[in-house]
């Protein structure tokens, strides 16, 4: 992430935390929002290929979700409601059960957990701890699950980690798929880990994992891989949890990254675009076997989200009644990988990493990789890195982008690989 300078005297340096970061990389005040274009105070445009990291995969302000939630507003209806029913959460719950469960074969409960991802991680755990009467839980290499003390003892990354200020105990790091290049199976290592009485592993709780790595650089695991590491949770009393928490809702090509792939997870962690408008909306999916809590024993002043529950109705209504934005996610993602390919191949050990409209190019260098999104900035686009190094320049544009902006916006990164390509690459 580049870290451009801030004046001294504006009030974010005099006054808020220096842990800020996003607006380090865009030094622009916004203020305005639709669809894929940021407006700033000088009224000028940005491409919007950041998209909330993937908590805007419809885009800013869809018309029809604003339309519901100012006329919920306008009626005085719930705005904060704990977890009491309300018409809102029971017309969210039926439509998710309508158009996203029993389609699927899923008979899964909700669980409305605290309003953002990291909550979802640590309800899950949670029970999956007092399911299994374990403590072990597995995450893999390069992953990422969240900034609070539980997810953050999933999460991979070094530098995160060294917030904690303690140590991040009972969880035990294996290597995704791919971890160790190409032609090594790590699934056959894990299978070895697990059946070894003298591995040192303590028993698993759970599996906890990714399909697409969003911040671990864009690893995606294959079918195969994800059907193998089923099959290992089950045979070893071990629930399987998804986080789908950036790829699900049709980031990585389908409403959950795992559609399609044979396998029924035992809970599914989702926020970001769950709400289908940038409110803050959290929940776990939970088999109903495992749903074994105590009334309140997992508890929290803002699960659930009256305003959210009216714009996901929407939300599911418009996009996943049918096919539609299904097919037009694979025509942008097989134009995607095309003009990503393209751009690689200028760069020497480039390569495209991702699946879906979840996508980017390794570029093997941080310092690179930050040149690239500093000069697509100015160019007009706003696009971020992620990977060990920060060396992936990622595409999270929103799903419903016109087709002609995904055009020009893929033009400015193609311009910018052009324009940094040719420059050394500092050693990281």
């Known amino acids: 992430m ?9 009030i974010y340096t005099r006054r808020e935390s220096v842990v800020r970061a996003y607006c380090r990389s865009f030094p622009a005040s916004f203020v305005q929002a639709q669809g894929a274009t940021l407006t700033d105070e000088q009224g000028r445009e940005y491409t919007d290929f950041l998209a909330g990291c993937a908590s805007l995969n419809y885009g800013h302000n869809d018309p029809d979700m604003k339309a519901a939630l100012v006329e919920h ?9 704990l977890d009491l ?4 959460k029971a017309a969210f719950l039926e439509t998710f059960e309508a158009l996203v469960l029993r389609p699927r074969g899923m008979d899964h409960r909700v669980m409305m957990t605290g309003p953002t991802g990291t909550n979802a991680i640590e309800a899950a755990l949670k029970l999956a701890r007092k399911v299994t009467g374990r403590t072990n839980v597995v995450s893999f290499t390069n992953g990422f699950h969240g900034m609070t003390l539980g997810a953050l003892s999933l999460t991979a990354n070094l530098s995160k980690r060294a917030g904690a200020g303690v140590a991040l105990t009972d969880v035990t790091r294996l290597p995704y798929d791919g971890a160790f290049g190409e032609g090594i199976d790590t699934l056959t290592q894990i299978e070895a880990m697990l059946e070894n009485p003298s591995s040192g592993m303590e028993p698993v709780a759970a599996f906890v994992v ?3 790595q969003g911040e671990g650089g864009l690893n995606a695991a294959s079918a195969e891989w994800v059907r193998g590491l089923a099959r290992l949770a089950r045979a070893h009393g071990a629930l399987l949890i998804i986080d789908d928490i950036q790829a699900g809702i049709g980031r990585a090509g389908s409403f959950f990254s795992f559609d399609g792939m044979g396998i029924e997870p035992d809970m599914v962690t989702m926020a970001k ?14 088999r109903p076997e495992h749903d074994i809590w105590e009334p309140a024993e997992h508890n929290g002043t803002f699960r659930g989200n009256g305003h959210a529950f009216v714009t996901a109705r929407v939300a599911l209504e418009k996009f996943w009644s049918d096919d539609s934005l299904t097919r037009e996610v694979a025509a942008k993602s097989r134009l995607l990988e095309t003009r990503l390919g393209a751009m690689a191949a200028r760069i020497d050990g480039a390569r495209v990493k991702g699946r879906g409209m979840m996508r980017g190019i390794d570029v093997g260098s941080g310092s690179r990789a930050a040149a690239i999104c500093e000069t697509c900035f100015r160019s007009g686009l706003i696009i971020e890195t992620s990977g060990a190094h920060d060396e992936v320049v990622k595409v999270l544009a929103p799903l419903t982008i016109p087709d ?24 990281e």
């Open 210 to 212: 990714e399909l697409v």
């Open 73 to 81: 507003l306008s009626r005085d209806a719930l705005t904060h409601g």
């Open 404 to 427: 002609a902006q995904f055009r020009a916006g893929l033009d400015i990164l193609e311009e910018a690989v052009d324009n940094i390509v040719s420059l050394p690459m500092a050693a």
């Open 85 to 88: 029913h309300t018409p809102e």
């Open 2 to 10: 580049s870290t451009a300078p801030e004046a001294e005297t504006d």
């Open 273 to 286: 675009s769950l709400s289908g408008y940038g409110l803050p909306f959290a929940c776990v999916l939970v």
